[in-house]
């Protein structure tokens, strides 16, 4: 195996990204694998009441429809193989409409599915276990739309050992689409645990797309252009190093930075990133560039996986609706937060006369007046705002009255008030999400090929205590610093952040060694908590990745719920990395002179 290398381009970050990857990466990749990762709980949630209307959906059609359809006589030519967990809550109704588009092309591929996720049909099984919510402690809710174990990558590998063009696959972790190759190419073995880390690590370099080549940026002005962005590739060597680039002449960057920023997107702890095949340890892993737009990563550590498999659950709890409305002129804010007072006492006075109960949740943002910042706002009159006005209530009925007084507004309200015709936004159902474990030996994936279905049990796991994680060791500097002043945080790091469930992650990097000590000072979990208590009901974590001079934060209940079960502008907390930039910290005086 020494010396061979697998070239895998990822081309999808989530279920509608741009369609402009697949080509771009057939035509400049030199590809052996084409990834595709379409889930995250909400999708699922999408997915499962699609599936509920009618049987033979709950898949990404469009990865059929569209993108296969574009570039299956392209794949074939080329003898790239396909990867993607597209199938969301029916891959078997996705692989025969896979299959029913090479016979119709005249093509000769051969589809497998990976099943073995949905638990659907285990609830009152896990019910009757006395099951509760992993983070928590929360009952099971009376009904679920959907419920998934997350499977690895060794369910992949099997059917690309059966002969495989593509690979169908429900819940899968998001990496496994590139850690199944790997595994196959390789033959890695369940014991493999660095090389495991390593190529989950790839996996979750690649997962997101364009994130990794210049998407999301901290220094978004020295990215290129975005029209044509560069979608990531990743060449895996037999160790599990990789080297990350883009198609040659494609925009976007590749860099040690726009890498590093990827790693430490929603990582949680980078020293137990609990995965189905490995616990991966990323905290002294290093990136370096070794040419232009490609950059090397290695230095991932694995362990054996845990006893037990994460399952993500889906629920529905009411309705949720969320409206804009534009306002212009001299003290915008003050009209929006009049505006925005009115229309909810007018529709509580409505519910109250109707004997029905009050909204449940209510969310008020002025977009433009810096609502996102809380107490560190700059913006204090601004002439132009957007008024967004979101709330919850168990009935569809009741936001539709809210709506139709929010809409009202344009007539009776304040001077400026407008908005885009014929876009009026309509109540939806609120879906929760519900984490559990269950124990690793009950879930059995099986490969279909045909006719044909092969088990492909788990190697066994053993109990995972996070407590027993030996921490780096990082020596503070001086609490003396002479002269300093304040800078914004942006001047000596980069940052990136998402979301995991209802907390936010937040990874911070240096620009340059030497800042990493200073960073450790000014950004401690309590300083963190404090700046974001506005946005927050929980505690702050923060943990230290050494290897690339970076911090993780988490921050426990920030969300608003997450996803779909949020009213806020920013759900899943992709600006709050951008808000935590903005920070003063204290730098040597002498430092500051060349930021």
């Known amino acids: 195996m020494a010396g061979k290398t697998i070239r895998i381009g990822g081309a999808s970050g989530f279920w509608g990204d741009s369609t402009i990857a697949a080509p771009q990466l057939l035509a400049g990749g030199k590809l052996d694998y084409l990834v595709f990762d379409y889930l995250a709980e909400i999708t699922m949630s999408i997915m499962a009441r699609s599936r509920a209307k009618e049987p033979e959906q709950g898949y990404a059609h469009d990865f059929v429809t569209q993108v296969l359809k574009n570039s299956l006589p392209e794949l074939a030519k080329q003898k ?36 073995g996720d949905d638990l659907i049909g285990r609830v009152d099984e896990l019910r009757a276990a006395g099951t509760k919510e992993m983070f928590s402690g929360a009952a099971m809710p009376a009904k679920f739309m959907s419920v998934n174990a997350y499977l690895g990558g060794f369910p992949i590998a099997q059917a690309l050992a059966q002969g495989a063009d593509i690979v169908i696959t429900g819940r899968v972790v998001d990496s496994a689409v590139t850690l199944g190759p790997c595994i196959f190419e390789f033959g890695w073995k369940p014991e493999d645990y660095d090389q495991l880390a390593q190529g989950s690590l790839a996996g979750h370099i690649i997962e997101c797309g364009a994130q990794a ?47 590093a920023e990827q790693l430490v997107y929603e990582i949680g702890d980078p020293q137990a990133y609990i995965l189905p095949d490995v616990v991966c340890d990323f905290s002294q892993v290093k990136i370096e560039d070794v040419g232009k737009d490609r950059t090397r990563v290695s230095g991932a550590r694995g362990a054996q996986a845990t006893d037990k498999l994460k399952v993500s659950a889906t629920y529905m709890d009411g309705f949720r609706l969320g409206s804009y409305v534009s306002i212009r002129g001299m003290d915008a804010p003050g009209k929006a937060k009049k505006t925005a007072d009115a229309v909810l006492k007018r529709t509580g006075a409505i519910l109250r006369r109707m004997g029905a109960p009050e909204l449940t949740e209510v969310s008020i943002e002025i977009i433009g007046a810096e609502a996102g910042y809380g107490p560190h706002a700059r913006v204090t009159n601004p002439r132009e705002v957007m008024l967004k006005l979101a709330a919850k209530h168990p009935s569809e009925a009741a936001l539709g009255l809210l709506l139709r007084e929010l809409t009202s507004s344009g007539t009776s309200m304040a001077p400026g008030t407008s908005g885009m015709g014929g876009n009026r936004s309509k109540p939806s159902p609120v879906v929760r999400l519900f984490s559990c474990l269950v124990d690793r030996a009950s879930i059995v994936p099986e490969v279909i090929t045909g006719d044909a279905r092969a088990k492909a049990p788990f190697s066994p796991g053993r109990p995972f205590d996070a407590s ?125 002179a060349g930021l």
């Open 80 to 115: 790239v193989k396909v990867i993607s967990n597209a199938g969301g809550v029916n891959p078997i109704a996705c692989a025969k409409a896979i299959e029913a588009l090479i016979k119709e092309m005249g093509l000769s591929l051969k589809v497998a599915t990976v099943v």
């Open 213 to 259: 080549t210049g998407g999301l940026f901290t220094d978004w002005d020295t990215t290129g252009p975005w029209e044509n962005i560069g979608y990531p590739i990743a060449e895996v060597e037999a160790d599990g190093a990789f080297t990350v680039s883009k198609p040659e002449g494609s925009g976007g960057l590749v860099s040690r930075m726009t890498v």
């Open 468 to 592: 027993k994680l030996v921490r780096p060791k990082i020596a503070d500097v001086a609490a003396d610093l002479g002269a300093t002043v304040e800078v914004p945080l942006v001047k000596i790091a980069h940052g990136r952040s998402g979301d995991k469930g209802n907390d936010s992650n937040i990874g911070i990097i240096a620009r340059k060694p030497e800042y990493y000590p200073i960073i450790r000072r000014e950004l401690t979990a309590e300083a963190v908590r404090k700046y974001f208590s506005y946005l927050m009901d929980g505690g702050v974590e923060r943990f230290d990745l050494p290897g690339l001079y970076a911090v993780n934060f988490l921050l426990r209940e920030s969300l608003g719920g997450g996803g779909i079960a949020s009213l806020r502008n920013d759900p899943q907390g992709k600006a709050y990395a951008q808000i935590l930039l903005d920070m003063p910290v204290r730098v040597p005086k002498a430092l500051a």
